[in-house]
């Protein structure tokens, strides 16, 4: 978000969702709250990302910004005009969802030139933005072909032209990606994030994938069952989760149990020293916590010893080594680098120590 607030100055938010409630009614007659509360402002040419598990209520939020599902209670505001009581075809936001549905019999142009044929547009006018739409997106050429001739990267990309050439003012994409084998997916997410960059559109992007989110996001907005548990950038999720649940779900973290006595971190009887725990922990209140520690940040090491483990299995996955060890009865999972390192045997005990201000605890 640094490149999109300039001098620290917070520009007005272009999408703000305000105590947004969705109930569905289960077939067996029980209610579901898909939304309870939700609130999100989105900012000008923002890629905010909507992270969670399946049935978080992420693709509940984005389809009711598409008028696709309409609140029970709430307020969606677009450039400050409320827009969740309209319908979808007059909102300025465009979708594109897992499934592409493109024509079968219609060529690439002609299903990038729908929607605004069915705005009767003038002909020039239309050619003119397919024509700039598709060389956006890297298809120039491809015009004349049908979907079926076509990689399920290039389907993906058809669907993006035919969402961007109607100019919206906000972009919404559920999970578009899920579709595609993981390199080309990985190439995909590259090029969605560069085109959003170029073309300055808001896009809000659904995922249930934490890497795929950690990579593109400006933002994310982590849900869980059915309410926003932590907004912040890619790096403050991740260094510095809200609660327990977005530690687990964000990347990989190793979750034990520990205590605080008197402003002291206390893990397995061993006091935690100062240096290793991170300044943004609370240490006032006594009680138990739940310490989290990313595998990357732990050090094999004869001082400063945290903790000692009996190794378990050692994965070499090229550059790193992935160390299981059992502390008690619990398991851990380290991550070394693999040049240079020595490969520990199983049943060997090894001390363990983490970076300085990697510990963080939650409750």
Excluded at 58 to 77: C, H, M, N, Q, V
Excluded at 80 to 90: F, M, S
Aim: charged share 25%; aromatic share 6%.
């Amino acid at each position: 978000m640094a490149s999109l607030w300039q001098d620290d100055i917070v520009p007005k938010p272009l999408l703000r969702v305000t105590e947004l409630c969705k109930t569905y009614q289960t077939p067996e007659g029980s209610k579901v709250a898909a939304l309870n509360g939700v609130s999100l402002d989105v900012y000008p040419g923002e890629f905010m990302v909507l992270l969670g598990p399946s049935g978080c209520g992420k693709t509940t939020l984005l389809r009711s910004i598409a008028g696709l599902e309409y609140p029970d209670s709430g307020e969606i505001l677009l450039e400050d005009k409320r827009i969740d009581n309209l319908p979808a075809y007059v909102r300025p936001v465009n979708t594109v969802f897992q499934a592409y549905a493109l024509f079968p019999h219609m060529s690439v142009a002609q299903n990038v030139a729908f929607g605004l044929e069915m705005e009767k547009l003038d002909k020039g006018e239309i050619d003119r933005r397919v024509a700039h739409t598709l060389e956006q997106v890297k298809l120039t050429g491809y015009d004349q072909r049908k979907p079926s001739q076509l990689s399920g990267g290039q389907q993906q990309r058809v669907a993006l032209a035919r969402a961007l050439v109607k100019e919206p003012r906000v972009l919404l994409l559920d999970e578009p990606l899920s579709a595609l084998d993981l390199k080309l997916r990985r190439g995909m997410q590259i090029e969605l994030k560069r085109l959003q960059q170029e073309v300055g559109i808001t896009f809000i992007f659904v995922t249930h994938d934490q890497e795929e989110a950690l990579s593109m996001g400006d933002r994310i907005a982590v849900f869980n069952e059915g309410k926003i548990i932590q907004v912040g950038t890619p790096e403050e999720i991740y260094r510095n989760p809200a609660d327990r649940f977005v530690a687990d779900f964000i990347g990989e973290t190793n979750l034990l149990e520990a205590e605080i006595d008197s402003g002291k971190l206390i893990i397995n009887g061993l006091q935690v020293a100062q240096d290793l725990i991170s300044p943004n922990c609370d240490l006032q209140k006594n009680g138990k916590v739940t310490v989290a520690i990313r595998p990357e940040e732990f050090l094999v090491t004869d001082n400063n010893q945290l903790f000692t483990g009996v190794v378990r299995d050692v994965i070499f996955t090229g550059g790193n080594l992935r160390i299981h060890a059992m502390v008690g009865a619990k398991e851990i999972v380290a991550t070394l680098a693999s040049h240079g390192a020595s490969v520990p045997e199983r049943g060997e005990i090894l001390s363990f120590s983490t970076r300085q201000e990697s510990i963080r605890t939650t409750r």
